[in-house]
């Protein structure tokens, strides 16, 4: 897959590097770099929301349903909100490293490549939940795309499971705030959702 330049312009906008998004590219320039005024604090609110949802793909619509649902739910509002993003199938393909970019994810649960407990789904916002099963349908499975995951090692988040031999993954346990590895501050979002 090409990399667009729009993906690291918005990248090195929102503060994020590439290989939040699975790109493996340097950019010619740090991450935040073109910031040169002071950004107020609804700026700031906004731009940690644009970035979250960038990174996982999601529309506003579909964003504030997590939200909401999040806040529904026990404990902290930004922790459950953060648990159900990295829940999404198209994450979870994403984290056992099926594939390589954020968006190369989203086409393989699109394109029905993907079973959940033995289930075809392509369903990119599908939440996965303890003890569930993922993996590459096994028609699809000798695709060059899945011959590469065997050699190519990723670090599982300890929440997932994965066998690289039979491409196939699990879910342990659901995930906490500790377990996610990008730079997010959650509680600006809520503080802009809260308003």
């Known amino acids: 897959m090409a990399v667009k ?3 690291l312009k918005r990248c090195r906008y929102l503060g ?13 320039r740090n991450p935040g770099a073109n910031v040169r005024h002071k950004v107020s604090e609804y700026g700031m609110q906004l ?14 619509r579909q964003f504030r349903g997590y939200y909401e649902e ?10 459950n909100m953060l648990s159900l993003l990295e829940r999404r199938l ?13 968006f190369a994810c989203r086409q393989i649960v699109s394109h029905r490549q993907i079973t959940v407990n033995g289930k075809s789904v392509d369903v990119r916002s ?4 303890v003890g569930d099963v993922i993996a590459v349908k096994e028609s699809k499975q000798k695709k060059e795309m899945f011959s590469d995951v065997k050699s190519f090692r990723v670090i599982v988040p300890k929440w997932l499971e994965f066998d690289a031999e039979k491409l196939t993954g699990k879910v342990v346990a659901l995930p906490k705030r500790d377990d996610i590895d990008v730079d997010i ?4 979002i809520i503080e802009l959702y809260s308003k």
């Open 5 to 7: 330049d729009p993906i």
């Open 16 to 28: 994020i590097s590439p290989m939040v998004m699975g790109i493996n590219k340097k950019s010619n």
């Open 47 to 60: 731009k940690e929301k644009q970035k979250v949802k960038f990174i996982y793909g999601v529309e506003e």
């Open 70 to 79: 999040a806040e529904r739910m026990r404990g902290k509002t930004g922790d």
């Open 90 to 102: 198209d994450n979870v393909v994403f984290r056992l490293g099926l594939a390589q970019t954020r």
């Open 126 to 129: 599908y939440l996965v939940n």
């Open 185 to 188: 501050q959650e509680h600006l």
